[in-house]
T-cell receptor
Framework: EDQVTQSPEALRLQEGESSSLNCSYTVSGLRGLFWYRQDPGKGPEFLFTLYSAGEEKEKERLKATLTKKESFLHITAPKPEDSATYLCAVQGPGNTGKLIFGQGTTLQVKP | GAVVSQHPSWVICKSGTSVKIECRSLDFQATTMFWYRQFPKQSLMLMATSNEGSKATYEQGVEKDKFLINHASLTLSTLTVTSAHPEDSSFYIC?????????????FGEGSRLTVL
C-alpha cells in the first residue's frame, strides 16, 4: 500500500535556526514527490517537484532533496513568515494526477 | 501563476440540507479536477477525481450518492453535499490539473469550510 509519513508532526524553531523536515514514502513506481505549503484555512501552495533520487530543488530559504526512500525539506535561517504546515505528497504510477499526502509538519518560527 | 477559485469559502447549513461548492480554474483549462477533504489537524484525503464530460471516480469509502460531482466544462467542477449531517463538517479543497499536462503539480483552491449544524 502506498504510504507517506512525515516527521516531526510539529516543529518549533527560533528565527535563524536551520532544520529539516522528513518525508518517508513507500510507493510502487514513484512518478514524483511534491512539497506543498499550507497556511491555516487555506489551500496548499505548490513548492517543489522531485522526480528521481539525488535530485535537489531550491527556493529562497527552502531546499528539497530526494532519496529512494525519503525526502527532506531543509529550511535555512527561517523567518516567522515561514511558519506554516508543510505537506509532502507522492504520485504513483499511472496516467493520473492523483496524489497521496502525508499528514504534514506544522512549523512555527518564533522571532 | 495559475489560479483556482472556490466558492463559497465557508458555509453553514442545517442538517438535512444540500450544499454546493464550486471550483473554477480561472486562467487555464483543467481536464481533471480533484476533490479533497481535510479534517482538523489531518492531511488531505482524496475523495474523487473529476474528468470533464464524464462521471467522477470516487475513492473507496466515499459515497457517490452523497457527494455529487459535476464537471460540465473545462473550467468548472461542482461538489454537492446532499442531505448534509454534522459529520460532513470539514474543509473541502479542490485542485485542478492543466489540460494535457499529466503531473502532480496541482493548483489548489482556497478551500471551502462546511459546518453542518
Amino acid at each position: 500500500e502506498d504510504q507517506v509519513t512525515q516527521s516531526p508532526e510539529a516543529l518549533r524553531l527560533q528565527e535563524g535556526e536551520s532544520s529539516s523536515l522528513n518525508c518517508s514514502y513507500t510507493v510502487s513506481g514513484l512518478r514524483g514527490l511534491f512539497w506543498y505549503r499550507q497556511d491555516p484555512g487555506k489551500g496548499p501552495e505548490f513548492l517543489f517537484t522531485l522526480y528521481s533520487a539525488g535530485e535537489e530543488k531550491e527556493k529562497e530559504r527552502l531546499k528539497a532533496t530526494l532519496t529512494k526512500k525519503e525526502s527532506f525539506l531543509h529550511i535555512t535561517a527561517p523567518k516567522p513568515e515561514d511558519s506554516a504546515t508543510y505537506l509532502c505528497a507522492v504520485q504513483g504510477p499511472g496516467n493520473t494526477g492523483k496524489l497521496i499526502f502525508g499528514q504534514g509538519t506544522t512549523l512555527q518560527v518564533k522571532p | 501563476g495559475a489560479v483556482v477559485s472556490q466558492h463559497p469559502s465557508w458555509v453553514i447549513c442545517k442538517s438535512g440540507t444540500s450544499v454546493k461548492i464550486e471550483c473554477r480554474s480561472l486562467d487555464f483549462q483543467a481536464t481533471t479536477m480533484f476533490w479533497y477533504r481535510q479534517f482538523p489537524k489531518q492531511s488531505l484525503m482524496l475523495m474523487a477525481t473529476s474528468n470533464e464530460g464524464s462521471k467522477a471516480t470516487y475513492e473507496q469509502g466515499v459515497e457517490k450518492d452523497k457527494f455529487l460531482i459535476n464537471h460540465a466544462s473545462l473550467t468548472l467542477s461542482t461538489l454537492t453535499v446532499t442531505s448534509a449531517h454534522p459529520e460532513d463538517s470539514s474543509f473541502y479543497i479542490c485542485s485542478a490539473q492543466y489540460r494535457g499536462l499529466n503531473t502532480g503539480e496541482l493548483f489548489f483552491g482556497e478551500g471551502s469550510r462546511l459546518t453542518v449544524l
